[in-house]
């Protein structure tokens, strides 16, 4: 039973001593408020019982402070926040939801393949977020995901939820990851899923794309992953904005695995759940190479030969193509 409801039936006795103005008031309470259309209303912390009747007036919420006032005082205590009001709640609705403090859940995206500085990016434009990230936090820790927030919740906070997400995901797989694998710690898979994640957007390739370059840590080829000569380049901000070149794949750099052999030293962007669980689970093939298709895939070779016919392929559809690149190989020497 609701407030409104709750003091009607005891104003019924109320009003048999003759305080029908009490009564009156309880049916101003539960009656349809002036609110037209839904309206969202935040209640900044720390407000009184005063600030927050002019605020809910000023948003058109409430008709009369002071009745909002007289109920608001037998209720307990009203939550801070953001509020979505349906068109003609009535007071004794609105009350409802402070007590509860039934706020609007916001949410966060974080999409896979980001560089923490981008995730920081986004961070700072959500208005909604308070605070800032004094230090973008190391690339990898931040898990791929859809965050719930509430207004004015700390942007730092959520870096930590995101943070502690990453970690829990990553010991769950390496628990159970697969056999024979070329990582000797949890931070090695994580590269690697990192790398997937930047070669590849397509969901069916994250496993065979992990196999192709198990495969060269296996036989001693260097990982030659474009995304990796951009992330040198680049020092972790983001994207290259060009095509990279030949001069670009001599880049003096450790993350740079057409100079430097084996893994980087660490992630070169936040790998989601998917290619975490490709790089433990690469599949098992005898491919060395591939490069894209023409179609968001990549068609992948065993051989050096093979490969470069069809990186050939692939620059005849470059030429047929208005624009736009792939993902993958480049001729090898």
């Known amino acids: 039973m609701g407030w409104g409801l709750r003091i009607a039936a005891g104003a019924l006795t109320v009003l048999t001593a003759g305080s029908g103005l009490v009564f009156w008031g309880a049916l101003r309470v539960m009656a349809p408020g002036p609110l037209e259309h839904a309206e969202t209303v935040v209640i900044p912390r720390g407000s009184g019982l005063e600030a927050i009747a002019l605020t809910l007036e000023d948003a058109g919420v409430v008709e009369s402070p002071i009745l909002f006032l ?7 205590p009203l939550k801070a926040g953001e509020y979505a009001f349906p068109a003609g709640i009535s007071v004794d609705g609105v009350l409802e939801m402070l007590r509860q403090g039934k706020t609007v859940v916001r949410r966060f995206t974080v999409p896979e393949g980001l560089t923490s500085a981008q995730v920081v990016a986004l961070l700072d434009a959500e208005p909604a ?41 990553l010991n769950d797989a390496w628990k159970n990851r697969g056999p024979d ?144 690149a792939g993902n993958g190989d480049t001729p090898q020497d």
Do not use: C
């Open 70 to 76: 007289f109920a608001a005082k037998l209720q307990g």
């Open 129 to 169: 977020l308070t605070g800032e990230v004094k230090a973008a936090p190391k690339n990898g820790t931040v898990l791929p995901e859809t965050y719930h927030y509430s207004y004015g919740d700390s942007r730092s906070a959520l870096v930590e939820r995101m943070q502690h997400a990453m970690t829990q995901a």
């Open 181 to 324: 694998l070329p990582y000797e710690t949890p931070q090695q898979a994580l590269t690697m899923a990192s790398i997937v994640e930047k070669e590849t957007g397509v969901a069916a390739e994250r496993a065979k794309v992990a196999g192709v370059f198990v495969n060269r840590l296996e036989t001693g080829m260097k990982l030659q992953s474009d995304p990796t000569v951009i992330y040198a380049l680049t020092d972790g901000s983001g994207e290259l904005g060009r095509a990279l070149t030949r001069n670009d794949w001599k880049f003096e750099s450790p993350y740079n695995t057409y100079v430097a052999a084996g893994l980087p030293p660490g992630p070169i962007a936040n790998p989601g759940r998917a290619s975490i669980q490709a790089a433990l689970h690469p599949e098992k093939h005898d491919f060395l190479y591939f490069v894209a298709d023409g179609t968001g895939g990549h068609v992948f070779a065993k051989t050096l030969p093979d490969h470069n016919r069809n990186v050939a392929k692939w620059r005849e559809v470059q030429r047929r193509q208005s624009g736009g």
